[in-house]
C-alpha cells in the first residue's frame, strides 16, 4: 500500500474559482525520494499545503488526499492535529518566517514532542538535544536556549529539519528547504537531511524550482505546470530525455552557463511554439 496517495485533487481560490492545482494524481511510497519541480506559481506549494491540510479558508479542494489509510480531506481538525507533526511534517522554505520569534528553539521543539507524546521534562530535554545534535547543532544544549534571530541562517534551518523529524515521521515535505542558504552551506543541510530521512526511514516530497538539488536527492521526479502534472518518471529519465515541451524548457532554461556569450538565453515560451510547429 502506497503512503501517500494523491488522485484527482484540484485546489480553487475564491468566487472566480481559479485553480491552483487541477486533476493532480500521484503515489509516494514508503523511503521514497519523490521531487516536484516547476517554476514560481506552478502549484507547487499549494499542493504541499493541501497535502498539510494547512490551505486557507477560501480555499475549495476537490478529490481525495490519502495518508497512511487516512483520507485528509475528510478528517476533522482536531484528527488532522494528531498527523500533522507526528507521521506527516514539513520543512518550511524560510525558517525565520516558520519559528516563533518570541520564544527559543529549544521550548518549540519541546512542544512539538508534548503534543505527540507522554514525555517528562527532563527526557524531552535530552531528546531536542539528541536530535539538534544529530542534525550537526553544536553544543546542542547552547543552540536549544537561543531565540530564532540568535542563530545564523544555516542553524535555522537545521531547527527546522530537527523538529521535523523529532517525532519519527513516515512523510516529510520539503518545500524549497535550502533557499535562503548559500552554496557551500546547502549541501551540508541536503546531506544532513538525506541521511537523517534514511535514519527514520521517512519518505521524502522535495519541492523546488532548482533541478539540480532535485536530480541529487530525488529518485523520482513530478514536474508541474499550471497547476497539472505534466510529465513524471525517473528523475534521470526526465532530465536527461525530458518529452513534455514545459519539461524541455525548465531543463533549458536550468543550463544557461552553457550558452555561449552573445547569444539569446532560451526562455520556455520558445519550447512550447517548436511543439506546436
Request: aromatic letters at 4%; one cysteine or more; a negative charge.
Amino acid at each position: 500500500m502506497s503512503l501517500l496517495t494523491v488522485d484527482h485533487l484540484s485546489v480553487d481560490f475564491g468566487r472566480r474559482r481559479i485553480k491552483a492545482v487541477d486533476d493532480v494524481s500521484f503515489r509516494v511510497e514508503p523511503g521514497q525520494r519523490l521531487g516536484l519541480v516547476g517554476a514560481s506559481g506552478s502549484g507547487k506549494t499549494v499542493l504541499a499545503s493541501a497535502i498539510m491540510g494547512l490551505l486557507p479558508d477560501n480555499a475549495h479542494v476537490t478529490g481525495s488526499i490519502t495518508f497512511a489509510g487516512h483520507d485528509l480531506t475528510a478528517l476533522s481538525d482536531q484528527a488532522f492535529s494528531a498527523l500533522r507533526g507526528r507521521k506527516l511534517t514539513m520543512v518550511f522554505q524560510e525558517p525565520m518566517t516558520a519559528l516563533d520569534p518570541t520564544m527559543k528553539v529549544g521550548r518549540q521543539a519541546a512542544e512539538l514532542i508534548g503534543l505527540h507524546r507522554d514525555s517528562s521534562n527532563q527526557a524531552t530535554r535530552t531528546r531536542v538535544e539528541q536530535i539538534f545534535d544529530r542534525v550537526g547543532l553544536d553544543h546542542a544544549s547552547r543552540i536549544a536556549e537561543a531565540y530564532p534571530h540568535e542563530l545564523s541562517g544555516g542553524q535555522r534551518q537545521r531547527v527546522i529539519i530537527a523538529m521535523a523529524l523529532m517525532n519519527n515521521p513516515a512523510l516529510v515535505i520539503c518545500d524549497e528547504p535550502t533557499t535562503a542558504l548559500d552554496t557551500t552551506v546547502q549541501a551540508k543541510v541536503l546531506a544532513l537531511l538525506n541521511e537523517e530521512l534514511t535514519a527514520v526511514n521517512a519518505a521524502c516530497l522535495f519541492i523546488s524550482h532548482d533541478l539540480g538539488l532535485v536530480s541529487g536527492v530525488c529518485t523520482d521526479v513530478l514536474v508541474i505546470h499550471a497547476g497539472s502534472i505534466v510529465e513524471q518518471g525517473r528523475a534521470a529519465d526526465v532530465f536527461s530525455r525530458p518529452q513534455h515541451p514545459y519539461t524541455r524548457g525548465l531543463v533549458a532554461t536550468a543550463s544557461i552557463e552553457a550558452v555561449p556569450p552573445g547569444h539569446r538565453l532560451p526562455v520556455i515560451e520558445d519550447f512550447f511554439e517548436e511543439a506546436t510547429r
